[in-house]
C-alpha cells in the first residue's frame, strides 16, 4: 500500500490575515521500538531517493536508507502560514511527531522583475531539509494580470536557483483567482496569462504544477476547464470551504461531477465555515467530522493553518503564534493522523457534529450515494477502471492483475456504518475500510473473497451510526457480471509470441515492487509509494516468445533472453532508470525467434504516468 503523505500548507482566500507561508507535503514511517513517526527524507540530498533528481544518470546509486515504512492510504497536510522564526523553528519537531510530511508554503511576488529568495523560499529549503516535501504557492501579490512572458521569465528565474529547485517538490500557480483580493482579471486571463506561462517554464524542467485553488465553487473549475486549464497542470487546486460538513461535501461531489477523473484533486486550503462565532469545540469537531469525505476525495490536501490567527478560519490553527500547543484544534489534527493509518478515533463512537451552523440546512438521507470498487488484495490497491462499478458492468477475470480480490464501499454521506449484501449474503461494517470481506491490521491488509465467474447483486445501505444503526441513507443497488475469458490471441498455446503484462522493477534489489507485478493497462504512480528512484521496466511473455523488441525513452533494442528487461540486465541484475514526474511510453513487441526474427506476434504499449 502506498506511503503515507501528510502536509502543512499556507492561509487562503478570505482567512488569510498575514502571510508569508509554508505549505508542506510529506510521507511518514513508523519506528516499531518507540512509536515514534519519523520524517523520510525526500531530495536528492537526502538517503530515501537513489540517484539525483532530474537526471537519468543511474552510475552513482546511493544507499537506501533502512526504514520501515507505514502502510496507508491517504493523504494529509497542512498549511504552514507565517510566524517568527522561533515559533517556525519549534512547529518543526511537533510536525515530526504528528507524522506531517508535507508542507505548503506561500511566496507572494509584487512585481515580476523582483528575482530575490525571500524568508518563505529559505524556510522552503529548511523544512526540505528537514525531509518534508514541499509544495509552494507562487501568488501574484499585486493582483493585476500579468505579461505572460513576465511570468515565464521569473519561474524559469526559479528553476535557475538550484537549491530551490531541488527543494520545492510541488508548484501552486497563484490562489482563488476567483477572489478579487488575488486577482483582479478573469479565469480565463488567469489562465492564459499566469498558469500557462508557468507551467511551461516548470514542465520543461520536469516540475510538477497544481492549478490555483479557487475559493469554495466548482463552477469556476469547470469555467477554467473550458479555457484548457487540463492542458497545464498535473493537480486540481480547490479550497472546499463551506458552512457545515453537508454543504461541503456537496460541493465536493459536485467539483467530482465536473472533473471526472480527468486530474487529481488537491485540497490545498481546507477547513469548515460557519462556527467561527461558536464553541470551538464544536468547530474542532465539525473539522474532525469532515476530513473523512476529505482524504477519500482529494489524492493531496493540506488543513488551514498551522499557526493560529485573526483572520476568517485563522483561529482554527493547531498552534498558537508562539509556536504552542492550541487546543482544541491540535488534538482534531492528530486525530487525522490515526485516521489515515486506519485506527478508530475514539473508543468506536463517531464525534456528535451540529451540521447545522447558521447557513447549512444539513444531510439528508436522499442525498447519499455509495461507490463500489474492485481491489487487488495482494497490493491493497484499486484496480484500474474498476474505481465505480456500475450496474450493468461486465468484469473480466482474465484482463486483472491477480485473482485475489476485494469489494470496498465509499459511501458520499457522512455515514458511520455501511451495511452490504452481495447475492443474499450480509455483512455491517462501522469503520474504514468498508470491505465486503473484511479486512486485517486496522484496515492496511485487505481480505480477499471468493469471485467466481456468474451474475452478482450488490446492495449498499449506508448508516448514520455505528453497527447499521440510527439513519438508514438510501440504498443503492448494483447488478454486474464477473466472466473468465482470455484476450483472443492469447492463448498460451496459440503458437504466436505473446505479451502477458509488464511488470515494475525496484533495480537496487532488483525485486518487483509490490502492486506492480503484472500492470496490463495504463498506470499512475506516485513516486514517494516506490521506495526507490532507480527502477526498471519487465517485459513478461509466453513460452513461445524467443525476443522481444523494446522502445522506450527514445531508444529501441532487441532483447533476446529471460528477463525481457527494456534497459538490459547482467544476468538478472537489472539496469535501470530515474523517472521523474511525467508520462513514459514502453511500447514492446514479441517474435518467435531471437534478434526480433520469425513470426511477428503481439506489440504491446502502455503508458506510466509518475507523479
Keep these: 500500500m502506498p506511503v503515507l503523505e501528510c502536509g502543512i500548507a499556507f492561509e487562503c482566500t478570505q482567512h488569510r490575515a498575514n502571510i508569508a507561508g509554508l505549505m508542506p507535503v510529506h510521507s511518514r514511517g513508523h519506528c516499531a521500538a518507540s512509536g515514534v513517526v519519523q520524517v523520510l527524507k ?19 546509486v546511493e544507499r537506501l536508507e533502512d526504514r520501515r515504512l507505514m502502510a496507508v492510504n491517504y493523504d494529509i497536510g497542512i498549511n504552514v502560514n507565517s510566524a517568527s522564526n522561533a515559533a517556525f523553528e519549534k512547529s518543526i519537531p511537533i510536525m515530526k511527531k504528528l507524522g506531517v510530511t508535507t508542507v505548503r508554503l506561500w511566496h507572494g511576488v509584487d512585481a515580476w522583475d523582483h528575482k530575490e529568495i525571500t524568508t518563505p523560499l529559505k524556510r522552503a529549503v529548511r523544512l526540505s531539509n528537514e525531509g ?72 520543461a524542467h520536469g516540475e510538477t504544477v497544481v492549478s490555483a485553488g479557487v475559493s469554495w465553487n466548482p463552477k469556476d473549475i469547470e469555467e477554467m476547464i473550458g479555457y484548457g486549464m487540463l492542458n497545464y497542470t498535473d493537480y486540481i487546486g480547490f479550497h472546499p470551504y463551506a458552512n457545515g460538513v453537508s454543504l461541503q461535501n456537496k460541493r465536493i461531489q459536485e467539483l467530482k461531477d465536473i472533473v471526472r477523473g480527468r486530474k487529481p484533486l488537491a485540497a490545498t486550503e481546507w477547513n469548515v465555515r460557519g462556527y467561527e462565532k461558536g464553541s470551538k469545540t464544536d468547530w474542532a469537531k465539525a473539522v474532525e467530522h469532515a476530513y473523512t469525505n476529505i482524504k477519500d476525495n482529494f489524492e493531496l490536501n493540506y488543513y488551514f493553518v498551522l499557526f493560529a490567527n485573526n483572520s476568517m478560519a485563522g ?39 451540529d451540521e447545522t451552523p447558521p447557513v447549512d440546512n444539513g444531510n439528508t438521507p436522499s442525498e447519499t450515494t455509495a461507490q463500489l470498487s474492485l481491489y487487488n488484495a495482494d497490493t491493497d490497491r484499486v484496480i484500474s477502471g474498476i474505481s465505480d462499478i456500475k450496474t450493468g458492468d461486465v468484469i473480466n477475470l482474465a484482463d486483472l492483475p491477480s485473482r485475489k480480490l476485494a469489494l470496498l464501499v465509499k459511501p458520499s454521506a457522512n455515514a458511520q456504518s455501511v451495511k452490504m449484501t452481495l447475492n443474499g449474503q450480509t455483512q455491517v461494517q462501522s469503520h474504514l475500510p468498508y470491505a465486503f470481506f473484511g479486512d486485517a491490521q486496522n484496515g492496511q491488509d485487505l481480505l480477499a473473497g471468493d469471485l467466481k465467474p456468474g451474475a452478482y447483486t450488490m446492495t449498499i445501505t449506508p448508516y448514520s451510526r455505528d453497527h447499521a444503526a440510527g439513519a438508514a441513507f438510501a440504498t443503492r443497488t448494483i447488478r454486474f457480471t464477473i466472466i473468465d475469458s482470455a484476450t483472443p490471441g492469447n492463448s498460451d498455446n496459440d503458437g504466436r509470441a505473446n505479451i502477458r503484462s509488464y511488470s515494475l522493477i525496484n533495480a537496487v534489489t532488483n525485486q518487483v515492487i509490490k502492486g506492480y507485478e503484472s500492470i496490463i493497462d495504463d498506470v499512475t504512480i506516485k513516486l514517494s509509494s516506490l521506495g526507490t528512484r532507480n527502477v526498471a521496466v519487465r517485459v513478461n511473455a509466453d513460452e513461445d516468445t524467443q525476443s522481444i523488441r523494446v522502445s ?60
Aim: charged share 20%; glycine share 8%.
Design 42 to 60: 525526500r531530495n536528492k540530498n537526502q538517503s530515501i531517493f537513489i540517484a539525483p533528481r532530474k537526471t537519468t544518470d543511474t552510475s552513482n
Design 132 to 203: 518534508f516535501d514541499v509544495l509552494m504557492v507562487i501568488a501574484n501579490d499585486d493582483r493585476k494580470v500579468p505579461n505572460a512572458a513576465d511570468v515565464k521569465s521569473w519561474f524559469n528565474w526559479a528553476m535557475d536557483q538550484d537549491e530551490l529547485r531541488k527543494a520545492v517538490d510541488r508548484w501552486e500557480v497563484g490562489n482563488e483567482p476567483d477572489l478579487p483580493q488575488y486577482w483582479n482579471g478573469s479565469l480565463k486571463q488567469y489562465v492564459q496569462n499566469f498558469l500557462k506561462p508557468a507551467s511551461e517554464a516548470l514542465r
Design 315 to 353: 483561529p482554527g490553527g493547531i498552534l498558537k503564534s508562539d509556536g504552542s500547543i492550541n487546543k482544541p484544534f491540535y488534538d482534531a489534527f492528530a486525530t487525522f493522523i490515526k485516521q489515515a493509518g486506519g485506527t478508530p478515533v475514539v473508543d468506536g463512537t463517531p464525534p456528535v457534529v
Design 552 to 611: 522506450a525513452l527514445g531508444r529501441t533494442r532487441v532483447e533476446n533472453a529471460v528477463p525481457y528487461a527494456f534497459f538490459g540486465d547482467n544476468r538478472g541484475n537489472y539496469a535501470g532508470f530515474t523517472p521523474h514526474t511525467g508520462k513514459y511510453n514502453f511500447t514492446a513487441t514479441a517474435f518467435t525467434q531471437n534478434n526480433g526474427q520469425g513470426s511477428r506476434g503481439d506489440t504491446a504499449s502502455i503508458d506510466i504516468r509518475f507523479i
